[in-house]
């Protein structure tokens, strides 16, 4: 089981960035597939999740409609696309699975990518 993150890097604000995570060995469809991410001295947060069963999303609070999480059963890809990010975005964004969104509980996840946003 592979899971590789890739789409990071670094904006201005009110920038967009589009993550990708392809995925190997699983089925995107077969888990619930989450972002999540982590800043440097802060704890990790659930960015957004796609549900297994029927495709619901679920996002975290500081969400706020900037983000839309979306899968592609096809290619086995899960995506991130993110707008108007602000510098308390900035930091590594994680893909994984877990048996139903929200819960924290990953199964499978990847190394993450870096996303920066400053002036």
């Known amino acids: 089981v592979q899971f590789v993150e890739s789409g990071g890097g670094s904006v201005q604000p009110g920038g967009s960035l589009r993550l990708s995570c392809a995925v190997s060995g699983v089925a995107v469809d077969s888990y619930a597939m989450t972002w999540f991410r982590q800043a440097p001295g802060k704890e990790r947060e659930i960015v957004s999740c796609i549900s297994k069963i029927d495709g619901q999303t679920y996002n975290g609070d500081f969400v706020k409609g900037r983000f839309t999480i979306s899968r592609d059963v096809a290619k086995n890809t899960v995506d991130l696309q993110m707008n108007n990010l602000q510098p308390e975005d900035t930091a590594i964004y994680t893909c994984?699975?877990?048996?139903?969104?929200?819960?924290?509980?990953?199964?499978?996840w990847g190394q993450g990518t870096q996303v920066t946003v400053r002036s």
């Open positions: 994984a699975a877990e048996e139903y969104c929200m819960y924290g509980n990953y199964d499978y």
